[in-house]
């Protein structure tokens, strides 16, 4: 089975600024969680999503926001990018099942 | 609440040495936990898990005993090697909440010289 994809791996972005971010669970899962990885913070958790619906939401402001398709992919947007949001935003597949989250490699956001 | 209170690092030890780890939880109900392990530039990696109480955990010689009495989850190793160093990171589900997202101690930074 593949594994999780997200995409980009990297990117550079300016205060102000909005992104999106991608990620592709692994086959048959249809349940995605985000998480963002900062070295003061830790990782904390954003929002999950299930069959296209968002289930749970962290305590993260409104710039930060997703969704889920149909085929389970989904994204991420942060809008107004503040310097404090770099970071590593981890995408993890859910397997709902077995209640086991993998991960994929994360995208490493830079605000400048 | 739920929380993961995990050993500070960093840990620095000799190829060979053995492992522990210290994790502990707070937690509603009965949650799963899991280890976690990142290497530099990576996501994380699920090292091993356990659902209940008194079960073991374990992959790649990495071992962890689900403690509800104590509400432990620590980490061992018997032998390192230079491979395993790494970050590590203990976590439990908040499933049993009814939300599927997972609470995580703040890492610790293994370093093994060989």
């Known amino acids: 089975k593949a594994g999780v994809t997200q995409t980009p791996r990297y990117l550079i972005k300016t205060r102000g600024q909005q992104v999106t971010l991608s990620c592709s669970p692994i086959s048959g899962h249809r349940s995605v969680s985000w998480y963002q990885q900062t070295p003061g913070q830790g990782l904390q958790f954003l929002f999950e999503?299930?069959?296209?619906?968002?289930?749970n939401k962290g305590n993260f402001p409104g710039r930060f926001s997703g969704r889920q398709f149909s085929n389970s992919r989904s994204e991420m947007n942060v809008s107004t990018l503040e310097l404090g949001d770099s970071a590593l935003y981890l995408c993890?597949?859910?397997?709902?099942?077995?209640?086991?989250?993998?991960f994929g490699p994360g995208t490493r956001l830079t605000v400048l | 609440g739920n929380s993961v209170t995990q050993m500070e690092g960093p840990v620095t030890l000799s190829e060979e040495a053995f492992l522990t780890i210290n994790c502990t939880y707070t937690?509603?109900?009965?949650?799963?936990l899991f280890w976690y392990v990142q290497y530099p530039g990576e996501g994380l990696q699920l090292l091993l898990k356990a659902t209940k109480a008194d079960d073991k955990g374990s992959n790649k010689g990495f071992e962890a005993t689900y403690r509800k009495e104590t509400t432990s989850f620590h980490l061992e190793k018997g032998s390192v090697q230079v491979s395993d160093s790494a970050v590590y990171f203990c976590a439990l589900s908040g499933r049993q909440t009814g939300a599927n997202n997972l609470f995580f101690g703040t890492g610790t930074r293994l370093t093994v010289i060989p």
């Open positions: 937690a509603t109900g009965y949650p799963s």
């Open positions: 999503y299930f069959s296209e619906t968002q289930r």
């Open positions: 993890a597949s859910v397997n709902t099942g077995t209640d086991t989250q993998y």
